[in-house]
């Protein structure tokens, strides 16, 4: 199974930019969709990003549509999460994902889990 290790969590002030990253150990992961999931404190995870397996179509959830940017380098095998603008209602566990298919991802057919980035968003 491939390993997925997070990186560019941190506590940020509402209005500011933050970076995710996400590395794959894998090249497996090339044919697959991949994308982000978060979850706040008592809340159940959703999604938030996906991008397709050759990085050329994204979709997101609405309430970071215009915000963040989620992108790919297919030859690194990562994935990256942009976070413009961020609100205190951003704040959660982001958690990296691997899907069965190579476009679109939900909960239900994700493969692999990373162990998830904290972002803390103070307003």
């Known amino acids: 199974q491939v390993q997925l290790v997070e990186s560019g969590g941190g506590l940020v002030q509402a209005g500011d930019s933050l970076r995710l990253s996400c590395a794959a150990s894998s090249r497996t992961v090339s044919n697959n969709a991949m994308g982000w999931f978060r979850q706040a404190p008592g809340k159940e995870r959703e999604f938030v990003a996906a991008?397709?397996?050759?990085?050329?179509?994204?979709n997101y959830a609405n309430s970071v549509a215009g915000r963040f940017t989620i992108g790919r380098d297919t030859v690194k095998n990562t994935i990256f999460l942009q976070m413009n603008s961020l609100e205190p209602e951003d704040t959660a566990v982001y958690f990296c994902a691997v899907s069965r298919h190579s476009a679109g991802i939900n909960s239900n057919i994700v493969t692999s889990w990373g162990k998830g980035t904290l972002v803390t968003v103070s307003s």
């Open positions: 991008i397709d397996w050759r990085g050329s179509r994204t």
